[in-house]
């Protein structure tokens, strides 16, 4: 064979041969893993995972899983200091952690409804805004963003002839996830690192698979590709403390010893974990106020009968599942609790002043809701906090100042 036909071969082969494809990047974001450190994570299409580049050095990423059914993308991941300035990940822009965030975003149940009979129009910006909303609150500059859980809705196909949904991809697969979460949030997702709350959508019976492979903070496990449950941890930043605690299991109304005796063992867990002020992340509200068919009530059943002693190191409840803004305080019965489930699935309804209700045996000395999409920015106030409720054209609905235990929030 001749020199020139040996190059043509090589060419061709080179052409051809997948294994010399460059890798291209999908999605990526910045969370907080089980252990409280900063982690990269990629989306991959491609046979490796690419470097990162944190400022100007190479870091190796490793394989958290490989493409699998429903989920043809490499998942890759890395652990970074906490002082890296400037990350790129194939040329593209991670959010860099800071120890001490002062600007705060929560947000949640932020998909779009497609539920048998149950379909929200998922073009539609007015009717599915979570786009919206995650490009507002990026505009704000947060210096981490916390989701209550509940990122991916489109539980069942589109029905035939449905425009509010046509073309929706359904089920717990990448298609799925990231029409529901990974793109529309993509401007949120690299604006700031995250800290991850897992929804009873995530649960093993709906989109669990996709939540173990891409958003669960433990290590994957392709023998276990869904955890019933998940152990709570901490993120600890400057003097404040992220205890997350998964009760994505954890029914509203009905009780069972097994559940009880689990969220049991959960909340003790929570106290060992809480050892500076504390704010306990997770999905299901303790005692959140909803109206439903013109009825007012709340309260989750299971994790009362759990009997929730929480250590005076908690300072404030955070939650979604409720598709609402709410911020309640219950006196010296709980900590506060603010609500932030209205990202971008159907909206629920609750009183707008919530002063007086009794909700799972106790009286809420003040709280108030607010109707429609929107957001939470908080901020350093002192000693403080102050939380400023946005709605999905980023303008300012309520502010409220957090400190001590308690919620005071201004009026309309």
Same mark, same amino acid.
């Given at each position: 064979?001749?020199?020139?036909?040996?190059?043509? $071969?090589? !060419?061709?082969?080179?052409?051809?041969?997948?294994?010399?494809? $460059?890798?291209?990047?999908?999605?990526?974001?910045?969370?907080?893993? $089980?252990?409280?450190?900063?982690? $990269?994570?990629?989306?991959?299409?491609?046979?490796?995972?690419?470097?990162?580049?944190?400022?100007?050095?190479?870091?190796?990423? @490793?394989?958290?899983?490989?493409?699998?059914?429903?989920?043809?993308?490499?998942?890759?991941?890395?652990?970074?200091?906490?002082?890296?300035?400037?990350?790129?990940?194939?040329?593209?822009?991670?959010?860099?952690?800071?120890?001490?965030?002062?600007?705060?975003?929560?947000?949640?149940?932020?998909?779009?409804?497609?539920?048998?009979?149950?379909?929200?129009?998922?073009?539609?910006?007015?009717?599915?805004?979570?786009?919206?909303?995650?490009?507002?609150?990026?505009?704000?500059? =947060?210096?981490?963003?916390?989701?209550?859980?509940?990122?991916?809705?489109?539980?069942?196909?589109?029905?035939?002839?449905?425009?509010?949904? !046509?073309?929706?991809?359904?089920?717990?697969?990448?298609?799925?996830?990231?029409?529901?979460?990974?793109? =529309?949030?993509?401007?949120?997702?690299?604006?700031?690192?995250?800290?991850?709350?897992?929804?009873?959508?995530?649960?093993?019976?709906?989109? /669990?698979? /996709?939540?173990?492979?891409?958003?669960?903070?433990?290590?994957?496990?392709?023998?276990?590709?869904?955890?019933?449950?998940?152990?709570?941890?901490?993120?600890?930043?400057?003097?404040?403390?992220?205890?997350?605690?998964?009760?994505? @299991?954890?029914?509203?109304?009905?009780?069972?010893?097994?559940?009880?005796?689990?969220?049991?063992?959960?909340?003790?867990?929570?106290?060992?974990?809480?050892?500076? =002020?504390?704010?306990?992340?997770?999905?299901?509200?303790?005692?959140?106020?909803?109206?439903?068919?013109?009825?007012? /009530?709340?309260?989750?059943?299971?994790?009362?009968?759990?009997?929730?002693?929480?250590?005076?190191?908690?300072?404030?409840?955070?939650?979604?599942?409720?598709?609402?803004?709410?911020?309640?305080?219950?006196?010296?019965?709980?900590? =506060?609790?603010?609500?932030?489930?209205? /990202?971008?699935?159907?909206?629920?309804?609750?009183?707008?002043?919530?002063?007086?209700?009794?909700?799972?045996?106790?009286?809420?000395?003040?709280?108030?809701?607010?109707?429609?999409?929107?957001?939470?920015?908080?901020?350093?106030?002192?000693?403080?906090?102050?939380?400023?409720?946005?709605?999905?054209?980023?303008?300012?609905?309520?502010?409220?100042?957090?400190?001590?235990?308690?919620?005071?929030?201004?009026?309309?």
């Amino acid at each position: 064979m001749t020199a020139l036909r040996v190059l043509a $071969a090589a !060419a061709f082969c080179l052409a051809v041969t997948p294994a010399f494809a $460059a890798s291209e990047l999908v999605a990526r974001w910045m969370q907080y893993d $089980a252990a409280g450190a900063a982690q $990269a994570r990629l989306v991959v299409d491609g046979d490796a995972c690419p470097a990162l580049t944190v400022d100007g050095k190479s870091v190796a990423t @490793t394989q958290r899983a490989a493409p699998g059914a429903g989920f043809p993308y490499r998942i890759c991941t890395a652990s970074l200091p906490a002082d890296g300035r400037s990350i790129a990940a194939l040329g593209q822009d991670l959010a860099a952690p800071t120890t001490t965030p002062a600007r705060i975003i929560v947000l949640g149940d932020t998909g779009c409804r497609v539920q048998r009979q149950t379909i929200q129009a998922c073009s539609d910006p007015a009717a599915w805004p979570f786009a919206r909303v995650a490009e507002r609150a990026a505009a704000l500059h =947060p210096d981490l963003v916390i989701h209550v859980g509940d990122y991916l809705y489109r539980e069942t196909p589109c029905p035939a002839e449905d425009a509010r949904c !046509a073309g929706s991809p359904s089920g717990d697969n990448w298609a799925s996830w990231s029409a529901d979460f990974f793109a =529309p949030g993509n401007s949120l997702l690299t604006a700031a690192p995250w800290v991850i709350v897992r929804g009873n959508h995530e649960d093993c019976t709906r989109a /669990g698979r /996709g939540w173990t492979r891409l958003l669960a903070v433990a290590p994957y496990d392709p023998a276990v590709p869904c955890a019933a449950s998940e152990a709570p941890y901490a993120v600890h930043l400057a003097g404040l403390n992220f205890v997350v605690m998964d009760d994505a @299991t954890a029914p509203d109304l009905d009780t069972t010893p097994d559940l009880v005796a689990l969220y049991r063992t959960q909340f003790a867990a929570v106290a060992p974990l809480a050892t500076a =002020p504390t704010w306990l992340l997770m999905h299901r509200p303790i005692r959140g106020i909803v109206r439903v068919k013109g009825l007012v /009530g709340g309260g989750n059943e299971t994790m009362l009968a759990a009997k929730p002693d929480l250590p005076a190191s908690v300072e404030l409840l955070i939650s979604g599942h409720i598709h609402a803004f709410e911020a309640i305080n219950y006196g010296e019965a709980s900590p =506060p609790q603010l609500v932030v489930g209205n /990202g971008g699935d159907k909206l629920d309804t609750a009183p707008d002043d919530l002063t007086g209700i009794e909700v799972g045996g106790v009286t809420v000395t003040h709280g108030v809701s607010l109707p429609g999409f929107g957001f939470l920015l908080l901020t350093r106030s002192g000693s403080g906090w102050q939380g400023e409720a946005y709605d999905v054209e980023g303008k300012l609905r309520r502010t409220c100042a957090i400190a001590a235990r308690q919620i005071v929030c201004d009026h309309d």
